[in-house]
Antibody, heavy 118, light 112 residues
C-alpha cells in the first residue's frame, strides 16, 4: 500500500531553515507528483507547492515563492520541502500529499509539526 | 486566488439524522477540459485530512455511500444521508481547478 512517512517534529529559531523529508513506498515513485500542504491555527489549510517526481517540474504558490524549494531523490524515493527565513507564523503542521483531482488517488503523510520559536 | 466559503461553520448533528454542508467559490470551477475539480476532505480529530469526494460527486474508495456530493459552477453541497459517530470532524471543500488550489474554512461537525 502507498505510504508517505514524515518526521514528527522540527524546532527552529526565527530566521532559520527547515528541510522536511517525505519518504514514500508502495507505488512507482515517478508516477505521481507530490504536493505540500500546511495547516496553521490562524490560516487553516494552505496549498504550498507541487513537484513532479517524473521530471522535477515545480509549481509554487506565490505566497511562498522565493522561500520554499521542493526536490526529489528517486534513488531513495524521498521528496523534500525546504522553507527558509522562518517566522513565528510558519509554525504549522506540514503534510506531503499525493492527490489526483481526476482519479481516486489521495494519500497523505502523517504531518510534520514545525515550531518556530526563539 | 479562488476564495472558497462554507456554511455552516459549525454543525451539531443527531446520530442517524441527515446533514448537509454548502460550499461556494468566488469563480466558476469548470476547467478548460470540461471537468469541475471540486473536492471534499474530512479531517478527524488528530488525523491527517483525507478526501471523500472528487470532481463534485465521485466518492473515493473508502467512502460509504451515505456520503454524496452535488453542485455545479460555483455552488456545491456535501450531503450525509445519516450521520454516524465516526463522521465527527472538520469537512473542507477544496478547489483544484485553478492554481493555487484553495481550501474552504472548514465545517466542524459534532454530535449534539
Amino acid at each position: 500500500q502507498v505510504q508517505l512517512v514524515q518526521p514528527g517534529v522540527e524546532v527552529r529559531q526565527p530566521g532559520a531553515s527547515v528541510k522536511i523529508s517525505c519518504k514514500t513506498s508502495g507505488y512507482t515513485f515517478t508516477g505521481y507528483g507530490i504536493d505540500w500542504v500546511r495547516q496553521t491555527p490562524g490560516q487553516g489549510l494552505e496549498w504550498m507547492a507541487w513537484i513532479s517526481a517524473y521530471n522535477g517540474d515545480t509549481k509554487y504558490v506565490q505566497k511562498f515563492q522565493g522561500r520554499v524549494t521542493l526536490t526529489t531523490d528517486a534513488s531513495t524515493r524521498t521528496a523534500y520541502m525546504e522553507l527558509r527565513s522562518l517566522r513565528s507564523d510558519d509554525t504549522a503542521v506540514y503534510y506531503c500529499v499525493i492527490v489526483d483531482g481526476a482519479h481516486p488517488i489521495d494519500y497523505w503523510g502523517q504531518g510534520t509539526l514545525v515550531t518556530v520559536s526563539s | 486566488d479562488v476564495v472558497m466559503t462554507q456554511s455552516p461553520l459549525s454543525l451539531p448533528v443527531t446520530l442517524g439524522q441527515p446533514a448537509s454542508i454548502s460550499c461556494r467559490s468566488s469563480q466558476s470551477l469548470v476547467h478548460s477540459d470540461g471537468n469541475t475539480y471540486l473536492n471534499w476532505f474530512q479531517q478527524r480529530p488528530g488525523q491527517s485530512p483525507r478526501r471523500l469526494i472528487y470532481k463534485v460527486s465521485n466518492r473515493d474508495s473508502w467512502v460509504p455511500d451515505r456520503f454524496s456530493g452535488s453542485g455545479s459552477g460555483t455552488n456545491f453541497t456535501l450531503q450525509v444521508n445519516w450521520v454516524e459517530a465516526e463522521d465527527v470532524g472538520i469537512y473542507y471543500c477544496v478547489q483544484s481547478t485553478h492554481w493555487p488550489y484553495t481550501f474552504g474554512p472548514g465545517t466542524k461537525v459534532d454530535i449534539k
